[in-house]
């Protein structure tokens, strides 16, 4: 069996991971992984039986494919160096730090015939994909995503950081033209925004509601949809959702005339998910579930919540 040959840029809190994923895959081979801290690549190295490398060029001309899970700005320049010499990539969220930087990566894929991944990993919560064939036509969508503080992220807005994941999850179940965008935030404890919530109303008149937050008592991650015919509420951290449906045949229950089911996928694993989908699409040269003109959209509105905010102080 032919091995797929991939290298990993950035191996701090995630990128580690990242590696660990593609050393457990039998059908792939990790040839190496880099970082400007070398003493962090040598561990991450060792451990997987692995190259460590400071300088992600030397990877060229030596994988099929890459992660580049460095800090956004960084984004750019390294998966442009790796598509123009036919490497695919996996971007981490969010792909680049502006809406020029992500078209013309698209343009290079396109131009090469090469795939761009971005690694919003919600959309690879099995709570997530039970609901194909659920979600129909939301009317109105709340969503929470709220973090205890911590230091790693605070380098970006919590737009950026956090709500991204759920504008990209809104945007896949919604899909069509955001047409307002109402919103505000503040920055607490850090110089970027730190909590916001944003009022997302679509060209189809469905209305979402996104609050995120890096500075609350406790975690939440969860989405509520109400449409025409049912409400259906997902935990992404306990990966369980419930769903309630018009049923005039149950005339019991908690509630009568309404159907409950609830469902939990607590064994599941995202990230090996999320990577093994990429390793698919790029042996069998499909489309990735998430590309990159989805990272662009998500990017897209990120940055009109963020310009929103700016332009109310």
């Known amino acids: 069996m032919k091995k797929t040959k991939v290298g990993v840029v950035g191996v701090g809190y995630l990128g580690k991971f990242h590696a660990e994923k593609y050393a457990g895959m039998d059908d792939v081979e990790l040839v190496g992984v880099v970082d400007n801290d070398l003493d962090k690549a040598r561990s991450v190295a060792e451990k997987f039986n692995t190259r460590a490398l400071t300088n992600y060029k030397d990877l060229i001309g030596k994988i ?33 730090t502006t809406l020029k930087e992500a078209n013309a990566l698209i343009d290079i894929a396109d131009a090469r015939g090469q795939i761009i991944q971005v690694g919003h990993l919600e959309r690879f919560n099995p709570a997530v994909i039970a609901l194909e064939g659920v979600i129909n036509q939301p009317i109105f969508i709340e969503s929470h995503r ?39 935030g503040v920055s607490i404890v850090s110089p970027y925004i730190d909590i916001v919530n944003a ?21 939440m991650r969860k989405i509520r949809l109400f449409q025409k015919d049912a409400y259906i509420a997902v935990d992404y951290a306990n990966r369980d959702i419930t769903v309630v449906k018009r049923d005039n045949n149950n005339s019991s229950g908690l509630i009568p005339g309404m159907d409950i089911k609830q469902m939990n ?49």
């Open 64 to 96: 099929d494919a890459v992660s580049v899970v460095t800090q956004t700005p960084n984004h750019f320049n390294i998966s442009k160096d790796f598509l123009e010499n036919d490497v695919d990539v996996l971007i981490e969220k969010p792909i680049t």
């Open 146 to 184: 709220l973090s205890i503080y911590q230091a790693r992220g605070t380098d970006v807005d919590v737009v950026l950081d956090l709500m991204i994941h759920d504008i990209d999850i809104i945007l896949n179940f919604v899909k069509s033209e955001v047409r307002k965008i109402d919103a505000v």
């Open 199 to 219: 009022r997302l109303t679509f060209a189809n008149n469905c209305v979402a509601n996104i609050t995120a937050s890096r500075i609350s008592m406790k975690s």
């Open 265 to 313: 996928f607590t064994q599941a694993d995202p990230l090996d998910a999320e990577l093994r989908s990429f390793m698919r699409c790029v042996s069998k040269r499909e489309g990735p579930a998430v590309s990159g003109r989805d990272g662009r959209n998500a990017l897209k509105v990120a940055l009109s919540v963020i310009d929103q905010i700016k332009k109310a102080k």
